[in-house]
């Protein structure tokens, strides 16, 4: 049981409460989805898409159908495969250096026609545009790294042998071949194309199924980087139902990779294990953030608005829990509520609004449910707390709910919305405690003024990711270090060394030179097992490893 961070009391359910969030205003002039979506544009993106089939997305700011797109079917998705294997040769025979090259093209294309991708993803995820910045951002910055770093990550290594000198040791890595990609709706350009660069450096192709609602911003990605000078056939585009095309694109892949929920990703595991082939998994998260006694409390309240409800919270390591010192919660809360309350909706494809819309009605149906259940079972609406259908079909109000307890879905489930649950401690033992009491273990945020604090727990927490003094954006960002998550959160890193290396196989070539590893020169067995164990001894004696 927690203690009340607000002396502000409700019993009205979030579909009665009024609306306290301000609209932003549409600039003049701004464009429409009809002025972007056009069906030239349609058509030049989705041409080579193998696909049979037709179907459809639809723009969460209005609910409206946005463009007719190829639907996959299960041939259709082993047609994409026999394509892609067919280009995979020829591109691992393409120096490592010049793979390279093409991200680094592609970065500066993506940065000088960012307009056209943001205002796709705003179009199809109803996010603010801001926040699909941050997806411009993360690809050129994974672009950027590894069109300067793969090649490093992929050269050779020289190992000691098992007899020094005379065996030489080398490491190769080599590519997997055809990697199957499940791309989520969430962050289609990051979690599309970005995950999918360094396979590209490693040598492989790719058979990607991004989600269809948002499959526009996956393929204008596509477009770019054919551009940039990739060979079209190394990196193919399937579309359709999850249920359908999912499970084939596993059944033809090398390699899987998948974004999504932690039900799926478990699916998509099995598959994965009966042919024996590779998978990495970015799961769901219920993330925490811990306010200690000496945060900088007006920092914490505008770190925990970016944390909680970016992208409307519509991300996998956005914070859904707020573990906050009793000392400071009271300061804490009022700061944080001014803050959410003043937040600024939009719909418009321009910079302005603080957030945007949820994605759709199911997502709608799930944040809706939850703060209902918290209120009906004692819960306190602290900000937020209802849908704004007078902006959007899908928007909802930034939500902050205190008195939240186990029996509530909010408490232990993944909401993935604008909603965050508050709660007071006073032993920093009992706040670590409380936030590593999850199934899973993607991000979290420590908020001090001592660095060495920080740290300290930091490392106490079982998670992936532990960002201190904010949110979740220097973690990500540090594309040199792993990213990933533990326990349910996945398995597998994104990011550096590991996000490039998992789209390989490790290969040891040893060329034995002078002498063969067996008797020789009339050497008896017995003569040669002493000579091999005074050599062991000596090796060990001079400390080599």
């Not at 992936?464 to 594309?479: C, D, F, M």
Request: charged share 20%; with cysteine.
């Amino acid at each position: 049981m927690t203690d009340s961070l607000s002396t502000t009391s409700s019993t009205a359910t979030a579909a009665t409460r009024p609306g306290t969030n301000p609209v932003a205003p549409a600039p003049a002039g701004a464009r429409t989805a009809a002025d972007v979506v056009t069906p030239e544009v349609v058509a030049r993106l989705a041409k080579d898409v193998v696909g049979s089939g037709s179907t459809a997305n639809h723009a969460p700011f209005t609910g409206e159908r946005l463009a007719e797109l190829p639907e996959s079917t299960p041939e259709d998705v082993a047609a994409a495969f026999v394509r892609a294997r067919a280009a995979q040769g020829p591109w691992q025979a393409t120096p490592a250096r010049a793979r390279a090259a093409v991200l680094l093209r592609f970065h500066d294309l993506l940065l000088e026609r960012q307009a056209e991708v943001l205002d796709l993803i705003q179009l199809e995820t109803g996010k603010a545009r801001l926040h699909a910045h941050e997806e411009v951002l993360a690809v050129a910055v994974a672009a950027r790294h590894y069109g300067r770093k793969g090649p490093a990550y992929l050269r050779p290594r020289r190992h000691t042998g098992v007899v020094p000198v005379l065996t030489k040791t080398t490491e190769l890595r080599q590519p997997r071949g055809v990697v199957g990609q499940i791309a989520p709706w969430n962050y289609p350009l990051e979690l599309s194309v970005g995950d999918a660069l360094p396979a590209f450096v490693a040598g492989n192709a790719l058979v990607m199924k991004p989600d269809t609602e948002t499959a526009l911003t996956a393929l204008w990605a596509r477009d770019l980087l054919v551009e940039a000078g990739l060979p079209p056939e190394v990196f193919q585009v399937v579309l359709g139902e999850g249920p359908v095309v999912g499970p084939a694109l596993v059944r033809h892949a090398d390699y899987v990779s998948f974004t999504g929920s932690t039900r799926t990703g478990r699916e998509v595991a099995r598959g994965a294990a009966d042919r024996l082939v590779g998978v990495s998994l970015e799961l769901g998260g219920k993330n925490a953030m811990l306010v200690l006694h000496d945060a900088d409390v007006e920092k914490a309240a505008a770190g925990a608005v970016r944390a909680c409800f970016s992208s409307a919270g519509q991300l996998c390591i956005s914070i859904e829990r707020l573990y906050v010192h009793a000392s400071v919660a009271d300061e804490f809360t009022e700061r944080f509520a001014a803050r959410t309350r003043a937040m600024r909706l939009g719909n418009a494809l321009a910079y302005g609004a603080d957030m945007g819309s949820l994605v759709g009605p199911r997502q709608l149906e799930t944040v809706t449910r939850h703060v209902e259940d918290a209120v009906a079972a004692g819960a306190t609406l602290v900000a937020g707390g209802t849908a704004r259908p007078d902006i959007g079909p899908y928007f909802y109000e930034p939500t902050i709910l205190d008195g939240v307890t186990g029996p509530m879905a909010v408490c232990e489930e993944e909401t993935f919305g604008p909603v965050v649950s508050l709660y007071r401690f006073t032993d920093e033992d009992e706040a670590v405690d409380r936030a590593n009491a999850t199934p899973y273990g993607l991000n979290a945020s420590v908020w001090t003024r001592d660095g060495r604090r920080g740290h300290a727990v930091a490392a106490r927490l079982r998670t992936g990711t532990v960002n201190i003094n904010e949110g979740y954006a220097p973690a990500y960002g540090s594309v040199r270090a792993p990213m990933g998550g533990m326990k349910d959160s996945g398995l597998g890193r994104r990011h550096g060394s590991e996000g490039i290396l998992k789209y390989t196989e490790a290969q040891t070539v040893a060329q034995q030179r002078v002498l063969p590893l067996a008797p020789s020169f009339g050497m008896d067995d017995e003569r040669y097992a002493a000579l091999m164990s005074t050599g062991l001894r000596a090796m060990k004696a001079l400390r080599l490893r």
